[in-house]
């Protein structure tokens, strides 16, 4: 297993900016792992509960993953949480081990002594050791205090750790470079914005029924496919999950070669992180071979253009675990704009 924490009153500890990223050795492994150190003995069924409560199962097709994978040090351990790209820390006020020395080093005065008084709180410190990385401290006055303050912010936490892991994601996909020749063709040749890293390629587009096109990587096959329909009502039409599902329905066909299976289909209220919209999650089936996956698909409505568009995610990737080529390619959708960012 493994975690992060939060707390009542939040502190943000600002850490190296991008300036300082080839000076310090990047945090290695997926955005979904995460490690939880607990100070103290006496607080590792406290540390184990809580990464319990924030972890859930995602379901792709038929199998069942965990959100995060959850490693828990003790305190003599806690070295080892350096190499994780998020780390909780999980201490009581007025422990005077080795875990609360290191974070003392790490933290403001003011931020130490909020963690240190009686309230106990929390603290999030960017970039601790190394870069892409998140630390959150979590303390309480005792023990049964600091369980309870776990129980009640676990969803707080789970987002609070996917929200930061989308930031690092697309700092690092800048880093690493953007293919700005096909981010500028997609703006100018059909009105929309998206932060593609340069690993992505322009595998087609251009159907006369479902205008789009569609980014692949390879090694395993991922792929965001960007299309639309015009309508005089946008609004109606994202109400209407018959025309969401034709609209989905036909780009898979013409752009995969694939059907979707209605009885995986689950929706949810909201696109992409911090969009309105509507979202699809389901599987598909090879019409070309035989295979399939899941796949997640946005849909927004555009009132000033008169149109829907419907972003789809979807990777093929058979015997591994799919969550983290999701949240990566979720991350990138969030970047989704019909009004160009200016720089």
Request: net charge neutral; hydrophobic share 40%; proline share 5%.
């Amino acid at each position: 297993m493994r975690i992060v924490c939060l707390l009542t009153a939040l502190l943000a500890v600002s850490g190296c900016g991008m300036d300082a990223e080839k000076g310090i050795l990047m945090a290695a492994g997926a955005y979904g792992d995460l490690a939880v150190v607990y100070a103290d003995p006496g607080l590792d069924p406290v540390a184990r509960q809580f990464a319990t409560e924030v972890n859930e199962d995602q379901v792709f097709v038929i199998a069942s993953e965990t959100r995060f994978k959850i490693d828990i040090f003790p305190p003599e351990n806690w070295d080892l949480a350096k190499g994780y790209k998020n780390a909780v820390f999980v201490t009581t006020a007025g422990d005077h081990g080795a875990v609360n020395k290191e974070l003392r080093k790490l933290m403001s005065k003011e931020a130490w002594s909020q963690l240190q008084s009686g309230a106990g709180g929390l603290v999030q410190r960017k970039d601790p050791w190394a870069t892409y990385q998140l630390l959150v401290v979590a303390t309480g006055p005792d023990r049964n205090s600091l369980a309870s303050l776990l129980h009640r912010n676990a969803a707080r936490i789970r987002g609070m750790i996917e929200s930061d892991s989308r930031t690092r994601i697309l700092r690092h996909n800048r880093y690493e470079g953007l293919a700005t020749g096909l981010m500028n063709s997609c703006w100018s040749r059909h009105g929309f914005y998206l932060e593609i890293p340069e690993t992505f390629q322009l595998n087609q587009q251009g159907h006369d029924k479902v205008p789009g096109l569609e980014l692949m990587e390879t090694n395993p096959s991922r792929g965001i496919t960007i299309c639309w329909l015009d309508t005089e009502d946008p609004a109606g039409m994202l109400a209407d999950r018959t025309r969401l599902v034709a609209l989905r329905a036909d780009m898979g066909r013409l752009f995969h070669h694939e059907d979707l299976v209605p009885e995986s289909f689950t929706w949810s209220d909201g696109g992409p992180p911090g969009h309105p919209g509507v979202t699809l999650k389901g599987a598909w089936t090879g019409k070309t071979f035989a295979g399939g996956g899941p796949f997640w698909s946005y849909f927004l409505a555009d009132k000033g253009r008169g149109r829907v568009y419907c972003i789809d995610l979807l990777t093929y990737a058979p015997g591994m675990d799919k969550m983290g080529f999701f949240r990566q390619m979720e991350a990138i959708a969030t970047t989704f704009s019909t009004t160009r960012p200016q720089p």
